[in-house]
Nanobody, 117 residues
Framework: QVQLAESGGGLAQPGESLTLSCAAS?????????????ISWYRQAPGSARELVAR???????DFADSVKGRFTISRDQTKNTAYLQMHNLTTEDTAVYFC??????WGQGTQLIVSS
């Protein structure tokens, strides 16, 4: 069974940068899984629905929510079975729990980001 584990959340100030990581584990089935299925990052702010932030498809093409375009990038490292969400110029509206997800396979448990001065 493939499992995803996010890390890298915490407290940041507006304007700062932070990178979240999503590591896949689960033996042989997790190898190359990001290349096969792609990876998505979602977030859920307090009192709000979970929303798609960014995704990278198996083809390598990427997609971003309008609210993060130009500030966030998404990448994957096949050798490490890890995906990343690089976040720049953070605002208080980026405060949320961030989840990574492989379509039809697994969700991570989430990592919290608080952006506050």
């Amino acid at each position: 069974q493939v499992q995803l584990a996010e890390s890298g959340g915490g407290l940041a100030q507006p304007g700062e940068s932070l990178t979240l990581s999503c590591a896949a584990s689960g033996g042989r089935r997790s190898e190359g899984i990001f290349r096969l299925y792609g990876i998505s990052w979602y977030r859920q702010a307090p009192g709000s629905a979970r929303e798609l932030v960014a995704r990278i498809l198996s083809s390598g093409s990427t997609d971003f929510a309008d609210s993060v375009k130009g500030r966030f990038t998404i990448s994957r490292d096949q050798t490490k079975n890890t995906a990343y969400l690089q976040m720049h110029n953070l605002t208080t509206e980026d405060t949320a729990v961030y989840f990574c997800m492989i379509p039809r396979i697994a969700w991570g448990q989430g990592t919290q980001l608080i952006v506050s001065s």
